[in-house]
């Protein structure tokens, strides 16, 4: 085992999420190469860089992620034993003995072996541009060549023979074309500046503090940030959002006079082809400007947004834009003035737009203070009643980001039927990476297949687009689980879903599994480890179903929620039924689930367009995993497998706990065969996965079993 490992003491962030990990964070060093040595090396370890390290590599262009590549192979090499040499400029297309070129395109005269790979046409006529990010890669007489037509296409095509590792050079291959499906690929922290007094440094973050921020302070931790850059072109992400979208007081005023820390992260991304956003507050001409007023029609207001903008752009000029949530949960918006968020967003967007920047603005708008007693008002149907009649004016530079589901990120929930409804707005569907409603990083729950079963949902039926054609103009976004922890997101495994996700946004169609297994040859590389098979066999063996696993032993059927009110962790079945935030699972003595149906509910099945619209009101048709999201039925009722659904309730939550037992078996085998401070962290969080899963089990059978009196079939302990 050559990989460094990273201990660090117990694991203390088991009892509490905000604890620090007690691993001091690197130094920040002065000189641009800062390498941070104290966080563990997730999917691009050393030894990842093998093959491509050990051979003969030429570099050809210029530029800033040019250089960037350059850096990146001649660290491989030193490593490796390999030789990197770059030609700069076109007079010097050095060829002579190259395994492999790297070239942009337009530096002039290409190396003679890119030159030829240049002139082969590609098979199945596939002769698409590729944009500013794709790259092509062959192999032909020896070697192998990645064209790209702009630097970023270098540094992805950099990354992805990192990938292939031995195989990039192993046989002859015809050039083949690789783009990224959708354009922006983003993730949002959810990173205070100030220590928040109930959320902490980071909202919703189970992996210590931000990466950027500490009690009310910017960090500055160079080595520390570009290392997560790296991480983050390695999987495809190109933008960032650098605060949380509840904008407090300190973090409103990134905008204006701390718009400097905002610069520096810009500096430490942007050669990783990261481009920074920034979340304001709607509030902003009156928090900061000392204006009387937001109101999107106030000429005041729009020139105040028009001069703060082009002050940002003065200062980052490839800044990516703004991330909005206006009139959502205590955060201020258009509704304040009686405009409606059409007007709200394009105000934005107006400031934005001569700078070529977008607004990301969220549809998770919704009445957190409902009454629990009226059964007509429906949280689900919120972002569509609110966005769908404003399709069509909203500004080209707004992006409307949804929510996958309608609710909040729970286990299980059907797609927002938003995104059918708004053909003509840029539409980015937002995930959720931290883990906040499914085990935050102390259970594992690979989320993949989940994103990648929403990316493939056709709302018209099989023969018209998926969610992911119909995010193409926007992109996808996610909550990232990344904190200051030395393993980036707490529980190691996690650190798959950040993986997966920017894998996902890059191709929505890659199969998820074969997504897993390329984590898993990155993060562990073969030789690094005691028994390869051993290891490949038990990460797929105790994450490829984890994400059902969870769902089993926790909230059945889609209706979600059923966890403790606030933290959003560990049972609470009546936690939020008497709540004000339209979250309610309405069980009673004779059966439980939400009726949305057209017929007898709340409507909200009418949001969807035809076929799912007649699919989910008809509790027959409807798939059993969203039974109860879209219906109240008996106990008794059978499901498409023939259970009913209290006995459905039962064996799923014997099953999952049983499950999650397996795995923490299963992890035992590698003991002493991985890097031991992985093994050890993961092995503890398994300890406490499999005590919440039994803790589920048995309050979720109990209430159950007390609400119908229905015994269960196979006479097992119910309490
Ligand atoms: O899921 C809820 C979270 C809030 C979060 C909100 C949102 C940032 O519990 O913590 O606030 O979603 O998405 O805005």
């Known amino acids: 085992m050559s990989r460094p490992s990273v201990g660090d003491g117990p694991d203390r962030s088991v009892a509490t999420d905000r604890e620090r990990t007690g691993v001091p964070s690197a130094r920040a060093p002065q000189d641009g190469r800062a ?13 990842a860089f093998r093959a491509l390290g050990a051979r003969r590599v030429l570099v050809h262009g210029a530029g800033l992620l040019v250089d960037t590549v350059f850096d990146e192979v001649g660290r491989a090499c030193a490593a490796h034993g390999g030789r990197a040499r770059r030609t700069a400029l076109a007079d010097d297309p050095v060829d002579d003995g190259v395994d492999v070129i790297l070239a942009l395109r337009d530096a002039g005269p290409l190396p003679a072996p890119a030159a030829r790979a240049e002139a082969t046409p590609p098979p199945g006529g596939d002769d698409a541009p590729l944009g500013d990010e794709g790259f092509l890669l062959t192999r032909a007489d020896d070697v192998t060549v990645l064209l790209a037509d702009a630097p970023a ?28 499906a959708l354009r922006r690929r983003m993730l949002d922290h959810w990173d205070n500046v100030a220590v928040h007094p109930v959320m902490g440094q980071v909202e919703r973050g189970y992996a210590g503090g931000s990466i950027f921020w500490r009690d009310g302070s910017a960090r500055r931790d ?12 390695a999987c495809g992400i190109n933008a960032i959002s650098v605060n949380n ?30 481009r920074v956003h920034l979340s304001v507050s709607f509030a902003a001409p ?71 920047g977008v607004v990301h603005w969220r549809a998770f708008v919704y009445d957190h203070r409902q009454d629990w007693r009226d059964r007509s008002t429906d949280r689900a149907r919120a972002a569509h009643d609110h966005f769908a009649p404003l399709d069509g004016r909203f500004r080209d530079n707004v992006v409307l980001q949804v929510k996958h589901g309608p ?74 689980n990344v904190g200051d922890d030395p393993f980036w997101t707490g529980h190691p495994l996690a650190q798959a879903n950040l993986y997966a996700f920017g894998r996902l946004a890059w191709d929505p169609r890659a199969d998820p599994l074969a997504v897993l297994d390329e984590w898993i040859t990155m993060t562990f590389p073969p030789a690094t480890t005691g028994d390869p098979e051993l290891v490949r066999a038990t990460l797929h063996a105790v994450m490829d179903d984890s994400w059902r696993t ?93 259970t009913t659904v209290v006995q459905h309730i039962y064996d799923t939550h014997f099953a999952g706990t049983e499950q999650a037992r397996r795995m923490r078996r299963r992890w035992r085998r590698l003991a002493g065969v991985i890097d031991p401070a992985v093994h050890e962290r993961v092995a503890q969080r398994l300890d406490e ?3 919440c899963a039994e803790e589920w089990r048995d309050q979720i059978n109990t209430y159950f079993f007390r609400k119908s009196g229905v015994p269960d079939a196979r006479g097992r302990r119910i309490h």
């Open 35 to 47: 390498v941070d040595r104290t966080a563990h090396p997730a999917w691009l370890p050393p030894e």
């Open 153 to 180: 296409g270098l540094l992805y095509g950099l990354f992805h023979l990192i990938r292939l590792g031995e195989t990039a050079f192993a046989a002859d291959a015809p050039p083949r074309r690789h783009r990224p």
């Open 222 to 233: 160079l080595a520390r940030v570009r290392a997560y850059a790296r991480l983050l072109a």
């Open 245 to 274: 979208v509840n904008v407090g007081a300190v973090e409103a005023r990134l905008l204006t006079d701390r718009l400097d820390d905002v610069a520096w992260i810009a500096d430490v991304l942007r050669p990783y082809g990261v």
């Open 286 to 356: 009156v928090l900061l400007g000392g204006l009387p007023t937001a109101d999107p029609r106030d000429a005041t207001v729009r020139a105040w947004w028009a001069g703060a903008t082009a002050q940002v752009y003065a200062r980052i000029p490839d800044f990516g834009g703004y991330v909005v949530k206006a009139d959502s949960e205590g955060q201020p918006g258009p509704f304040a003035y009686g405009r409606d968020h059409a007007e709200g967003a394009n105000l934005l967007a107006g400031a934005l737009a001569p700078h070529g």
């Open 407 to 480: 609710m909040d990120f729970q286990v299980r929930e059907p797609v927002s039927p938003v995104i059918a409804a708004m053909p003509s707005t840029r539409l980015a569907v937002e995930f959720q990476v931290t883990q906040e409603y499914t085990g935050q990083q102390r259970h594992v729950c690979y989320l993949g297949p989940w994103w990648s079963d929403v990316l493939g949902f056709r709302p018209w039926g099989p023969s018209g687009p998926a969610v992911a054609d119909l995010t193409a103009g926007g992109g996808l976004v996610a909550v990232s």
């Open 550 to 642: 969870y769902e089993r032993y926790t909230a059945p059927l889609g209706v979600g929620w059923m966890v403790r009110p606030g933290v959003h962790y560990g049972p609470d079945v009546d936690g939020y039924e008497y709540s004000p935030w339209g979250t309610y699972h309405f069980a009673d003595r004779d059966g439980v689930g939400v009726d949305r149906t057209r017929a007898t509910g709340t409507g909200f099945t009418g949001q969807y367009p035809s076929p799912w619209s007649e699919v989910y009101e008809s509790p027959e048709r409807c798939p059993d995993e969203l039974l109860l999201f879209f219906h109240h039925v008996p106990y008794g009722h059978l499901l498409h497998t023939g």
């Open 689 to 691: 996965q499999v005590r």
